[in-house]
């Protein structure tokens, strides 16, 4: 069959398109790096009216229902006003818990790490065959001057203290700006959001074919799926995780139970890594009181994750992503790789909606395939 002419040009300018695209990449790249920054606000404010939707929506179905108008505005508003309460009451907690007791931490460490690193220097000048000029200089080191000087460093930085104070405010503005935009942005977003997916709709409805509608509609219910059960499923597992941790740290006699737990249940929300971060803290907590202590800190929050995550979280959770754990692995290394904290975030239920996508994809495909990959019986 002879290809018509609006398929040729469809050809010509998509091969042009990426011609010019790998042959003027690097003024691509910036040129795409400038509009994700200029976007920063609309995206951070579609993630913040994602998240607050969660207990929105919650509050919305316990709402009294009504067809009158002013009903309607009075639910969405009061039920917008009490998930912003709800989170930011959860935040307060967990900011109020954890922060005193991180800088009384941080000070105990730096006024012990002096007094530590003299002892060992004083205890290897005594010691017969390391006698030398190399433990004689380590024993002469004034390392409470020394500390304080790596503090001063790494506080006021290296260069002009000017410049970097002024480069600090204008990040700490710019991020203020951002935040604040995507806010609005997002509440906006909540407000309205029938309304502008009616008009989303239209569009699509306008300019697109039906089986593509379709299918985007399709991925779209999926993704949505796995990050709304995702959401939930981190949340809820993180809060049994951090009060068990608490409950079963206060009952042993750790010391630092409730911020442990606060901090164990908080870092509990990045998949996989997050366990040795919240470990990570706990356990120089606890070193500043016994370091015997701190030690069994890691076999109990050890043996409370396998039982955690073994037990309880199957049975009391129930929202499985149904991704196999090796590429749960997979989509935390590469999305920490790419992204930081937020990939290892969003990398599982990213991959969790690939892998079930690809998984109908292949149960809708050709049965001789099926039948020539599945073992004989």
Known sequence: ??????????????????????????????LLKALLAAAAPILLGCVIAYVVNIPMSFFERHFPKSERKGMRQLR?????????????????????????????C???LAAQVPIVLTDISQRLANVEWLEGTAVAALAGIDWPQMVQKAIDIAIHGFGNVANGVMGIVNSVISWTVTVTMGFIFGMYILLGKERLEGQFKTLFRRYLPEKVRKTGRHIWDIMGECFHKYIVGQCTEAVILGCLCALGMGLLGFPYAAVVGATVGFTALIPVAGAYIGGAVG???????????????IVYLNVL???????IYPKVVGTSLGLPGIWVLAAVIIGGGMFGVAGMVLGVPLAAGCYKLLKEDVAHGPRNILKKDSPST
């Open 1 to 30: 069959m002879k290809p018509e002419w609006k398929t040729c040009l469809r050809v010509g300018v998509s091969a042009f398109a990426l011609f010019l695209c790998v042959h003027y990449w690097p003024m691509a790249a910036r």
């Open 283 to 297: 356990f120089l907590l606890i070193l500043t009181v016994s370091p015997l202590r701190a030690v069994l800190f």
């Open 305 to 311: 994750q396998q039982l955690e995550g073994n037990l």
């Open 106 to 108: 941080v000070t105990v």
């Open 76 to 104: 969405r508003g009061v039920s917008l006003a009490l998930a912003l309460i709800s989170l930011a009451a959860v935040v307060g907690i967990i900011v109020v818990i954890v922060a005193p007791e991180l800088v009384t």
